[in-house]
Nanobody
Framework: QGQLVESGGGLVQPGGSLRLSCAASGFTLKNYRIGWFRQAPGKEREGVSCISSSDGRTYYADSVKGRFTISRDNAKNTVYLQMNSLKPEDTAVYLC???????????????????????WGRGTQVTVSS
C-alpha cells in the first residue's frame, strides 16, 4: 500500500523560508502528478502548486507565484516545495497528493478541485508569525 509523508513544516518569521518534503513509498512518484495543497482553519482547501508527471511542467496558485518552487527528485522518490518570502497568510496545514491523471495545462484548475486523488499525505503545519 502506497503512502505519502510530508515533513519540513514549522514556525517561521514573516519573510523567512521553509522547504517541505513529500516522500512517497510503495509506488513510483514520477508516474504521478504531485500537488501541494494547504488548508487553514475555517477555509477551504487551496491548491498551491503541482508538477506534471509527463513533462515536469509546474503550476502555481497566483498567491504563491514567484515565492514558491516545486521540484521533484526521482531518485529519492520525493517532491519538494521551497517556500520563500513567507507571509502570515501562508499559515496552514500543507498536504501533498498524488494522482495518475495528468491533464493538459488548461485543466489544472479542474485537477486541483478533484476529490478522488490516489494518495494523500497527512500534512505538515506551517506557521508564519513574528
Amino acid at each position: 500500500q502506497g503512502q505519502l509523508v510530508e515533513s519540513g513544516g514549522g514556525l517561521v518569521q514573516p519573510g523567512g523560508s521553509l522547504r517541505l518534503s513529500c516522500a512517497a513509498s510503495g509506488f513510483t512518484l514520477k508516474n504521478y502528478r504531485i500537488g501541494w495543497f494547504r488548508q487553514a482553519p475555517g477555509k477551504e482547501r487551496e491548491g498551491v502548486s503541482c508538477i506534471s508527471s509527463s513533462d515536469g511542467r509546474t503550476y502555481y496558485a497566483d498567491s504563491v507565484k514567484g515565492r514558491f518552487t516545486i521540484s521533484r527528485d526521482n531518485a529519492k522518490n520525493t517532491v519538494y516545495l521551497q517556500m520563500n518570502s513567507l507571509k502570515p497568510e501562508d499559515t496552514a496545514v500543507y498536504l501533498c497528493a498524488a494522482d495518475q491523471w495528468d491533464p493538459k495545462p488548461e485543466l489544472v484548475h479542474v485537477w486541483w478541485r478533484r476529490n478522488g486523488f490516489d494518495y494523500w499525505g497527512r500534512g505538515t503545519q506551517v506557521t508564519v508569525s513574528s
